[in-house]
């Protein structure tokens, strides 16, 4: 699977933005999927991760309550839903593919990725 994310931008405090990640090439719906994040001089953290029939998910707890994770399988899509953001949001966003089909929250686990996206988040 080919991951392309999109959806970043500038936005104040308090605003969302929605970030989309589109899929192709092998079985979408067969992967566990995340959202990881990683801002300047900082480490990549997972941000939110979904299983692959979307039942399951995860949230950081920095997030929890905020973002909103989704995934449709006949479009190849995987979603991430950002509300009340934060100037602390305000990173690199990328989308991974699980090596498993289940939820997983160890990076290690993600085996394919996304270019990225740029979230800005203002004052």
């Known amino acids: ?3 392309q994310a999109s959806g970043g931008g500038l936005v104040q405090a308090g605003g969302s933005l929605r970030l989309s990640c589109t899929a192709s090439g092998r079985m979408f719906g067969a992967y566990g999927m995340g959202w990881f994040r990683q801002a300047p001089g ?6 939110a991760a979904i299983s692959w029939s979307g039942i399951s998910t995860y949230y950081a707890d920095s ?18 839903l950002m509300n009340n953001l934060e100037p602390e949001d305000s990173a690199i966003y990328y989308c991974a593919a699980h090596k498993y089909a289940l ?5 290690d686990e993600y085996t394919t990725w996304g270019q990225g996206t740029l979230v800005t988040v203002s004052s």
Request: aromatic share 6%; proline share 0%; net charge neutral.
């Open 63 to 80: 997030v929890k309550g905020r973002f909103n994770i989704s995934r449709d399988n006949e479009k190849n899509t995987l979603y991430l």
């Open 103 to 107: 939820l997983g929250i160890d990076m």
């Open 42 to 47: 900082m480490e990549r953290e997972l941000a």
């Open 1 to 3: 699977v080919q991951l």
